[in-house]
């Protein structure tokens, strides 16, 4: 009985999973695709759709958690790869690449973010990359790396703004997806303090570091 039970519950995520996977997909076809057009997408059947989910704005909840969990895999993975001793600077290029990469599917997500009904939601998953950010901001700083005109907990908050503003640029084709992830880094190091020399330096570091290391593919694995 036990096994059934453990059976039937995997099975249930699994098919929430792939209804997760098919609202991704009918969502990019078209951004107002309701639940029966997630089910067509799925080839499961509206009931099924409807017994995980009771309406279209619980769904895009669903997957705005998602896309935060992907938010903390990719702090998490920056934090334990961090080699001892690697500049500050690095470190923060090689997050704001990783946050990209964990995001970078609920793209059309990202207005979310700034929307006061789902305010609460976003700080419950951005919670560990803002902290993060705001460690090597003043590792930074502290190290003779970044200017300090600003303060660094004002900073981060842009530094927040920065990923959904590239979000919009890609969406209304002014830029390529696939420079987006080094231009997330660029910005950001640029709004933290860095002259340009140096901000191209550490983010040419971070991904030859995050190649090597299969950061991406890693957060790739986690979706």
């Known amino acids: ?17 792939s209804l997760l996977e098919a609202a ?16 067509a997408t799925a080839g499961l059947s509206r009931r099924t ?15 705005a958690d998602r896309a935060g969990e992907g938010l903390v895999t990719a ?21 704001e690449l990783a946050v990209w990469h964990g995001i970078e599917p609920y793209r059309l997500l990202g207005n979310l973010a700034a929307r006061p009904e789902h305010r609460a ?3 419950l998953h951005t919670g560990e990359v803002s902290q993060y950010r705001r460690e090597l901001l003043e590792a930074g700083r502290a190290a003779g790396e970044l200017t300090s ?5 004002a ?14 640029a890609v969406l209304e084709g002014e830029l390529e997806a696939a420079r987006a992830g080094s231009v997330v880094a660029l910005t ?36």
């Open 1 to 17: 009985m036990q096994g059934n039970t453990r059976r039937r519950r995997r099975d249930a995520e699994l098919n929430r999973g």
């Open 24 to 39: 991704l997909e009918a969502l990019l076809r078209d951004p107002s695709a309701g639940l029966d057009a997630v089910a």
């Open 49 to 63: 759709v409807y017994g995980h989910f009771a309406s279209r704005d619980e769904l895009v909840g669903a997957l």
């Open 75 to 95: 702090v998490r993975q920056v934090r334990a790869t961090a080699p001892p001793g690697q500049c500050p600077l690095t470190t923060l290029a090689r997050l």
């Open 121 to 123: 939601r976003v700080t």
């Open 149 to 153: 005109t600003v303060e660094a907990a």
């Open 155 to 168: 900073v981060a908050r842009l530094l927040q703004a920065v990923p959904l503003a590239v979000f919009d």
């Open 188 to 223: 950001a190091l640029a709004v933290a303090g860095a002259d340009p020399a140096t901000a191209r330096q550490h983010v040419g570091a971070a991904l030859t570091a995050d190649a090597a290391g299969g950061l991406e593919h890693a957060l790739k694995e986690h979706r």
